[in-house]
DNA sequence: CTGTTAGCGCGTTCAA
DNA sequence: TTGAACGCGCTAACAG
């Protein structure tokens, strides 16, 4: 029923080799025979059958991308980077879902290397034995995306975690705070979740506060943990004049848990927020927050994945990108200052 | 050096056909070779070539999405409904994103058919001409999701958009409010934007109310446009009490536009916004709002596709799925009423 | 510049 | 219960 290269090459008399050269541009062809066949192609409306062109060229012109939940404004934002430069490159992309369970990580990490795909974006907090042994099976590249695994054996994308919980920290120190809270993810993650961590402490050693362990709450990102973190927080004999969150979400969270308190923000509590997500400018007061080059981490991610798959030179395969601090509202210290 | 079927059929001392079948999990063979041939995968560390296997076989299990833009909130979530049931029946998405272009649209569809999907899913606010004609070409099932062609030809899954608004505009008219107004999106287009115009008008008609243009304002759906149009909307001689926006973005504009303004939502202006994506409940005062069942009308519409890939009989090809009047704290009525 | 000929790795008859 | 052989639609030498 559907027409093939066989077909195309007899309606315009001539080899399917030819006909394969005019579908690939190759420029080894006559004009007039390039118009022939293209005119064939027309006629019957052929659509060349990628399956079977990967089968032949060992290339399918997809990567696949293991994402935690699409559903979530920050790897939203950074699929959407990916798929931005996969597109200009020519590429397609299989996006799964993966709820960061690690069993469904490696069945989808093996499912995808079954599809053949030309390369493969991981996302997710933790990069186990496992996922090493998963990863070494694959004769395609890898980039970790957002992650990276202990031993630095795979290429990767990331901001400095660390240093961004620092200059997070260290904001809300140099306004003159003494109890800044921390409402962190799991501190079980050692990408995401432990280095923010680390970086609130460093922070209020460099500075000479002491370190209170009533302060530190952990959520798991979302709006609601941070809520009730902040709740908890308020509850305290002394409770913290100016809250670190880990995310944008528990950040907005706070703030409401606060004015529920019938306290302002950040007249009476600070709160800075991490990610930058498109809801931190659309609340009240504006938020403060750290701001992750979300887009550019899969832009990037994918760029770097396309120069591995092309073999090309790649200088430094692991790539730190720039956070920011973005001063808005909820922050005694705004823009400009 | 990648391992194939035949490396397999040699190291366990039989025929190709006979690894095949046991991959494939027929059980025509014998339990003692069977046996034989799955140690023979496990110690060559066989992994069978799906591009190979699509070939043959004429099936790839992988779909097609074709998704106005991943990084915003409602598609998202719509996307994540529709991995989970694909998924759940052993098939990969290919998401594209098409930003409502149409020439950006007309091309993914030829190449996700190139790549020889089972089937397709199409999500854009219009079904042209070309479009139906890009549909014809392919000889797999396409369902169209959140959107519909005007001859209805093919499968789709949606909400009755019109008596949505009819619903939201209903509300506020009987909270008594005689000047309602309408923050839309572009009427141009025909499945997520005109109905909610048209809505808006019958149950003002309905409710003898006379219809005033000055009270209605286009947006974009998003955060900014909202808030601008009830800028403008508020500098009327006889500003509206109330006002339904079309998309929950566009609400929460609203709302910080009227307090900016020194007024009260609900107290001195109503508003209800549109899809109850998970901002809505992350505001002050929480947004009513019509909620769309995004995670299902993805949901929903992959199995549908499943369906018909299966080539199942499928008693009603067109869905509508129902939407919800969702009262929080930005309407008088609030939940219980 | 063009055609011939092998595969690519696997599913699937058809016989045995 | 198993194997031999063909073909899926195309790319890529190689020859001319």
Not at 239 to 262: K, L, N, R, Y
Not at 295 to 322: C, F, W
Request: proline fraction near 5%; include cysteine; charge should be negative.
């Amino acid at each position: 029923m559907p027409v093939t290269i066989y077909d195309v090459a007899r309606e315009a008399g001539v080899s399917m080799a030819t006909v394969s050269r005019v579908v690939n541009q190759n420029p080894n062809v006559k004009p007039t025979t390039r118009k022939k066949v293209l005119d064939a192609i027309e006629r019957l409306g052929y659509r060349p059958n990628a399956v079977a062109r990967g089968l032949a060229s060992k290339k399918t012109t997809t990567v696949g991308v293991v994402i935690p939940d699409i559903s979530g404004s920050f790897f939203a934002e950074v699929a959407r980077g990916i798929e931005d430069i996969a597109n200009m490159y020519n590429y397609n992309i299989i996006l799964c879902n993966s709820d960061e369970q690690k069993e469904k990580e490696l069945r989808l990490i093996n499912t995808l290397l079954e599809k053949q795909v030309d390369g493969l974006l991981f996302m997710g907090n933790e990069v186990t034995e496992d996922h090493k042994e998963a990863f070494g099976t694959a004769s395609v590249p890898i980039v970790l995306t957002a992650t990276y695994d202990d031993e630095n054996r795979w290429p990767s994308v990331n901001i400095d975690n660390k240093q961004a919980a620092v200059d997070a920290t260290t904001l809300l120190l140099d306004e003159g705070h003494r109890h800044v809270a921390l409402i962190t993810g799991p501190l079980t993650h050692p990408v995401n979740g432990f280095p923010r961590y680390q970086g609130y402490r460093e922070a209020l050693e460099a500075k000479g506060v002491p370190f209170d362990e009533k302060y530190v709450r952990v959520g798991d990102y979302r709006y609601q943990s941070g809520m009730e973190a902040m709740r908890e927080l308020l509850a305290l004999d002394e409770p913290p004049t100016a809250v670190f969150a880990a995310s944008d979400e528990m950040a907005v969270g706070v703030i409401h848990a606060v004015q529920d308190a019938g306290k302002r923000v950040p007249e009476d509590i600070s709160v800075i927020g991490f990610d930058n997500i498109n809801i931190s400018s659309m609340v009240r007061p504006l938020l403060s927050t750290i701001a992750q080059p979300m887009y550019d981490i899969g832009a990037v991610s994918m760029r770097l994945l396309t120069k591995l798959m092309n073999k090309e030179e790649v200088e430094d395969p692991h790539v730190i990108l720039q956070h920011e601090l973005v001063l808005r509202q909820s922050t005694k210290t705004q823009a400009g200052e």
